[in-house]
Every structure is written in C-alpha cells, then in structure tokens.
C-alpha cells in the first residue's frame, strides 16, 4: 500500500487538498508592520488575571499598530469544556474593555477567516495530517494506554529521557501492511509528527519578551491528532495561527518548554514562524516570599472576583498596565488625562521574570480613578453592578437615587477630595448606615465615655437639636453639651490637662455619630445629617438610647 492509498484509508471522507485552504483563506493584505494577534482561551469556565494580562498585551500590539485583534476559542477539551463559558469569557473580556475585531463573539462568528471555534475546525487540520502523512512526515500510532505506561516505566528504569522518540516509537516504522490490517481491524489509533529533531542539537529564537533563546530541538513525535480526531492544542494552534494570519502569539508562560514542538511543527509545514512572546506567570508576596497566584488559594486570580466585588474596569486597566510596563507609571504622572490607549505599550519594556501582583497597589489606583468620577458615573457604575452581583440593592439604589447622589458627592469636589471609595461592595458598606434596613451599631463606643454619660449625651443632643442650625450653630451645641458633662470643649485642653476632664468633645460626637450610623468614622456628620433628614436623625438616636 503506497502513502495515498494509506491516507484515503485513514481519512477517507477528506477531499479537501492544503491548497484549497491557502486559496480560501489567503493572507491578509495589510500595510507592512502591522501586527495581527489573538486570545486562544479555553473554555473551561475559569477566566483568570493571566487572560487578561496576555489578553491586554495582545489588544494594545494589534491597535497600535494599526492591525487587528481577533477571539479564537481553543476548545478541542471537550472534557474540560463548562457550558456557557464562551459567553462568560466574551462578556468578562469586554467589561474590562477588551474588544475583538473578528472571531467568536456572542452573537455568532465575524469575520473571513473562521470558524473561529477548533471544535468546528476538525475537517481543517485532517486535511493537514492527511497531507503531513502523505510526504511521511507523520504516522498512525496504535499504542494503548498500556503499552505506553509500559514504555515509560522501562525509559524510568534505565534513566532515559521519557516520551515517543527514536526508538521507543514502536509504530514509527510499522510497515504498510501492518497499517493497513490495523485500520482494517478496527483499531483506534492517534497521528504522530515523524520528528526530525535531535535533542543534542540546538536552535535559537527570538521571543518578543525575553529575546534571543537557545533550545534544543524537538525530538518526540508529539500527537497531532487524538482518537478522535480532534488535535491537540500544538498542532491546532499552528494550523490556526498559520492560516488566520496571526503575526505575534502572545501567550502564557507555561508554553515556552514547548515551544520546540511548535517551531519544528512550523518548520515540517513550512511555513513562516509568528513572533512568539511567552508572558511571565503572576506572583504575588506570601511574608517574604513571592509565589506563584494560585487557583485554590487566591480568589483575586478570577476575573469573576474584580466583576463581583464591582472594581471598576479602568482601574484594573490602568493597575494591569503599571505591571505590564514599567514605564507606564511615569507616563501617567507626566499625562493625567491622557487615555490608557495613547501610551506607547512596548513589549521591550515588559518583565521577563515573574510579574508582582499587588492588590493593595490596585485599591490605591482604583481610589484615584473613582476619584475622578462624576457623582452621576459612580451611581450608574453601582447601579449596573447590583444589577449583576446584588439584586437586593437595586430598587433600593433605583428609589434612592437623589439621596445616593448627595452621599456620594460627599468630601468629592473640594481641594483635596477623599479618596476612600475603592469598589462596589466596599462602597456599599460605606453608605450602607443611610439605608434603615443596613443600618446597625456596629463599632463600640470610645471608651473615654463612661458608659453612665452614653444616655445623658444622647439625649441632651436630642433635645437640643434643630435641623434648621447651620453647621456652626450645631457644633456650639455640642461643645455646650460636652462641658456641661465634664468633656473638654477642645480636644487641646484634654491633652493639656487630662485630670480636669472625662473626655473632650471629639469623644462626644463620636457618640453622636455612632449612635446616627453604627460606626466610629464617616464622612461629615453634620452633612450626613442634612441628608437624612430630621425623622431619621430622631428616630436613630431614640433607638440608640432605646438600646442601652
Ligand atoms: N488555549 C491556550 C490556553 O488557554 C491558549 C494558548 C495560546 O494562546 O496559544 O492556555
């Protein structure tokens, strides 16, 4: 039997020649320069930090370049596959403001160079195999799961390097005949890459990251396609890249090892090499080690926990490229109102070894982004997260939308606006004391009060409150009441004479305050109290006296 007739016994139901997918999807004609890239995520239900960072990388080389950024989805898993996670990546992708100019979205495929789906593409990379076994580059293997465990157990024992190679690859040099009663019995088999690798021989790479690398070649006659028919990611991904016109593979580094797999697969098809740029994993300080983030031990790896903690998508921008570039902190300081796509993203200046990730750095960019939000934007903003991760709060926030607004243009506008608004969740609990239904005695009262002076303050503050004192009149009274109980008018006059004193006044309106919200600090109290209006400011401090 000749390699044709071997190929038509293995793919019998292929017609389809290499050619006829060059003529199909022919290369793009875009202006030299100009760089086409892509995300390749597996659906596995887990959309993670990493995505977004290779995802971040792989949008800013393709716009700044004038080139074209396309949604791949890798799903030749089905194992792994989690229904309805194609959606999830597509909508988590485009909150943090990554947007695709081709390939999967969710209203179906764009674009000419699809299916966009490897699951859709099967009867693509079998044309190829079949191809690759015609020129005797890639063979049928029939090893089972035992014989190959087999193989490694005596590769183990004799200290060799372990794999399909050289001469451990018993179905390499099956004769024609074999092949064929094997098919014709029936067995399941894979397709190998017949490696022409030698593993004391090296070649060298230049990574758009990390530069110049030296490797040694490939030597193992790595799958190309499973039982099923379906490839693996090494094969399918060269295929794709080759076929959709990607320039630069911008992708984790968990695939620079095999790396001299994909080179030799390029190579055997002869094709151009993409610019390869292998990204460095998160780390992030555990004590005085750094470690790698992990699934298990660190929820802040899912991109779900920034949506539903309801960090706001410029701030994990703007957070991502401080640790993506290590220019970009100094361009921001020199450009403040610049957009994030204006600056000069530049792979030379990413970090080849692992990347820190750094929440509390994040929560202090995110406190200077909602800073600058409007009054009007941070609403909205909190709106459409409770629409999503609270849906208890939405009516509240719909009935209470003028109330919200006054309490969120609280400290804002001044010369120093306070800059202690850092995500949805955290917001919420700051304001949460407005609403009857969140509000609770939550912190302790200072212990400079007795407990016997709590009532006395609180309820002299009641009988001496007039929702109609300006700011000033309302502070005087509540110096009156602090000396007519023992508390120094000023806080100075306590450190200066502590015996002659309970407390000073600052201790009495922390009593005022917490009795009125449930907590120790908060912004202006005597605004807070214009705003909630003088039933509720009544009706609080009642209930507080109610409760001692
Ligand atoms: N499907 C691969 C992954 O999810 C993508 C790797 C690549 O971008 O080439 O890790």
Redesign the pocket.
């Known amino acids: 039997m000749n390699s044709i007739e071997q190929t038509d016994l293995l793919f019998p139901h292929i017609t389809t020649l290499p050619e006829d997918y060059e003529a199909l999807f022919p290369s793009r004609s875009l202006p030299t320069g100009t760089k086409v890239t892509r ?4 659906p596995t239900g887990f959309i993670h930090l990493g995505n977004l960072y290779v995802a971040f990388v792989n949008e800013r080389l393709a716009h700044q370049s004038g080139g074209l950024f396309y949604l791949r989805i ?1 799903d030749t898993d089905q194992k792994r596959e989690v229904e309805g996670a194609v959606d999830a990546i597509i909508s988590s992708l485009n909150y943090f403001g990554v947007v695709f100019d081709e390939g999967a979205t969710v209203d179906g495929e764009i674009g000419n160079y699809g299916p966009y789906y490897q699951s859709r593409r099967a009867h693509i990379y079998q044309c190829y195999v079949k191809e690759l076994i015609r020129r005797g580059l890639a063979y049928p293997c029939f090893c089972t799961g035992e014989e190959l465990e087999a193989i490694r157990e005596e590769q183990e024992a004799n200290k060799e390097n372990p794999g399909y190679y050289g001469s451990w690859a018993k179905c390499r040099d099956l004769s024609s005949e074999e092949v064929q009663k094997r098919i014709k019995a029936g067995m399941p088999f894979v397709i190998r890459l017949r490696s022409q690798g030698d593993l004391k021989r090296t070649f060298q790479i230049h990574d758009g990251i990390r530069g110049l690398l030296t490797m040694p070649e490939n030597n193992q006659d790595v799958i190309l396609l499973k039982q099923n028919g379906i490839p693996t ?1 090494h094969f399918a ?1 060269v295929v794709d890249d080759h076929l959709m016109g990607t320039t630069h ?1 911008v ?2 580094e968990e ?1 620079l090892s095999s790396l001299p797999i994909h080179v030799a697969l390029f190579e055997t098809m002869g094709w151009p090499l993409p610019i390869y740029c292998h990204t460095t994993v998160l780390m992030k300080m555990e004590g005085e080690t750094k470690r790698k983030l992990s699934k298990r031990k660190d929820p802040e790896l899912s991109l779900d926990y920034y949506q539903s903690q309801g960090y706001h998508p410029i701030a994990v921008r703007e957070y991502l490229m401080t640790i993506l570039n290590s220019n970009y902190e100094e361009w921001r300081a020199a450009n403040p109102e610049s957009s994030i796509g204006d600056f000069p993203f530049s792979t030379d200046k990413m970090s080849s070894s692992g990347t820190l990730f750094d929440l509390d750095k994040l929560n202090d960019i995110s406190k200077e982004v909602l800073a600058r939000l409007e009054d009007e934007e941070l609403y909205q903003f909190l709106l459409e997260w409770a629409k999503s991760y609270r849906k208890d709060l939405v009516s509240l926030f719909l009935e209470q939308k003028e109330t919200m607004l006054h309490i969120l243009s609280m400290d804002r506008h001044g010369e120093k606006p306070r800059k202690d608004l850092i995500y949805c969740s955290q917001i919420f609990e700051f304001i949460s004391y407005f609403f009857d239904d969140y509000y609770k005695i939550q912190d302790d009262y200072p212990t400079e009060v007795d407990y016997n002076d709590l009532k006395p303050i609180l309820k002299g503050y009641l009988s001496t409150y007039n929702p109609i004192d300006d700011r000033t009149q309302w502070f005087t009274k509540i110096r009156e009441l602090s000396t007519q109980l023992g508390y120094a008018e000023k806080p100075k006059d306590y450190k200066k004479s502590p015996d002659l004193y309970k407390g000073h006044v600052g201790h009495v309106s922390t009593v005022i305050r917490i009795a009125l919200m449930g907590r120790a600090s908060s912004p202006d109290l005597w605004e807070i109290q214009q705003i909630m209006g003088e039933l509720k400011t009544r009706d609080r401090i009642t209930k507080a006296i109610g409760l001692l």
Do not use: F, K
Request: aromatic share 18%; proline share 9%.
């Open positions: 995300l390749g995520p597996s890798e990611y991904h593979v992708r984790g695939w």
